[in-house]
C-alpha cells in the first residue's frame, strides 16, 4: 500500500508539472503572437501614412480617399514626349500631365528655394540637389510649371507630416511619371524635412510631405529627403500641422481645415 501511495504521489507531482509547462508554454506564445501584432501593425501603419500611387492613376486598396466633388482635380495641359525645362520668368503655362519625367533643367553651382504661399501663411524650402538631384529638379520643373499652385494638401497627421504635392486631392494623383529614389541616412530627418511620398521603392512622382513633429523625425529612411524649410518653421508650419486629422482611423485625410498651396515660386542664387 506505502508503494501504491508514493507512485501516486509521484504521478501527481509530474501531471502538476506537466500542467504548469504547459501553461508557460500558452503565455509565451500568446505573449509572441501579440509582439507580432504589434509589429505588424507599426509597419503597416507607417506604410499606411505615407502612400501614393507613384506614377500611375490606380489607388490601392489601403490607400485612403476625400470627396473628389469638393476637390475637383485642377486643370492643366498635358506635355507629350520629352518634357522640357520651363520658363525661369514664371511665365510657363500650367500643365499637369507628363508622358516624362523631366530631364535635367538645374544648374549645379546654384542654390534653388522654393517659396510656397499657403492660406496659412508662407514658407521657404531650400532644395539640396547634392544629396537629391533627381528630386530637386523634379520639384523646381512642376513649380515652374504651375503643377502645384492651388492644389489641397490632402493628408495631415498630428506632430508628424503634412502631405501635398497631389492636384487631385485623393492621395492616388501623380503627375504621369515615376523616378527612382535618393534615400538619406538613418537620422537625417528633422523638422522641417521635405521628403517625396512614395508607394514604394523607385515610385516617386510629385507627392511630397513636411515633417511637422517628432513622430516624423523618427520615420524609416525610406523617403527621398531633398529639401529643409529655412522659413516659416515657427509660423506656418505648426500652422498646417494644427489642421491635422485628429482620428487615428482617418490616417490624416482629410485635415480638419482647407490647407491649399496658393503657389510655389523658384528663386536662384
Known amino acids: 500500500m506505502g508503494t501504491d501511495k508514493r507512485n501516486r504521489k509521484k504521478e501527481n507531482r509530474r ?24 509589429f505588424i501593425a507599426v509597419v503597416v501603419g507607417v506604410a499606411l501614412i505615407i502612400s501614393v500611387s507613384g ?25 507629350t514626349g ?20 523631366p530631364s535635367n533643367c ?12 499657403t492660406n496659412k501663411g508662407e514658407f521657404a524650402i531650400v532644395l539640396d ?46 503627375p504621369g511619371y515615376s523616378f527612382a529614389d535618393e534615400l538619406p541616412q ?16 523607385n515610385t516617386n512622382g510629385s507627392q511630397f510631405f513636411i515633417i511637422t513633429g517628432d513622430q516624423g523625425v523618427t520615420l524609416p529612411p525610406s523617403y527621398t529627403l531633398f529639401g529643409q524649410v529655412t522659413s516659416g518653421l515657427d509660423t506656418t508650419v505648426p500652422a498646417l500641422n494644427a489642421a491635422s486629422n485628429p482620428d487615428p482611423a482617418a490616417n490624416g485625410v482629410p485635415p480638419i481645415e482647407t490647407l491649399t498651396i496658393v503657389s ?3 528663386t536662384e542664387s
Open 15 to 38: 501531471q502538476r508539472l506537466d500542467d504548469l509547462a504547459k501553461q508557460q508554454q500558452r503565455k509565451r506564445t500568446r505573449k509572441l503572437a501579440t509582439r507580432a501584432a504589434i
Open 55 to 79: 506614377g500611375s492613376d490606380s489607388t490601392s486598396t489601403s490607400d485612403t480617399t476625400v470627396d473628389t466633388a469638393a476637390t475637383a482635380p485642377v486643370e492643366g495641359r498635358a506635355i
Open 82 to 101: 520629352e518634357t522640357p525645362c520651363p520658363a525661369v520668368d514664371g511665365s510657363e503655362a500650367r500643365a499637369s500631365t507628363f508622358e516624362n519625367a
Open 106 to 117: 538645374l544648374d549645379a553651382s546654384k542654390t534653388y528655394t522654393a517659396v510656397v504661399t
Open 129 to 174: 540637389q547634392t544629396k537629391a538631384p533627381l528630386a530637386a529638379n523634379n520639384f523646381v520643373t512642376l513649380a515652374r510649371y504651375k503643377y502645384f499652385d492651388n492644389t489641397q494638401c490632402h493628408r495631415a497627421i498630428l506632430d508628424f507630416v503634412v502631405q501635398c504635392g497631389d492636384p487631385t486631392a485623393t492621395g492616388s494623383g501623380g
Open 186 to 201: 538613418a537620422g537625417e530627418y528633422k523638422l522641417g524635412s521635405i521628403a517625396m511620398a512614395n508607394s514604394g521603392p
Open 264 to 266: 510655389v515660386v523658384i
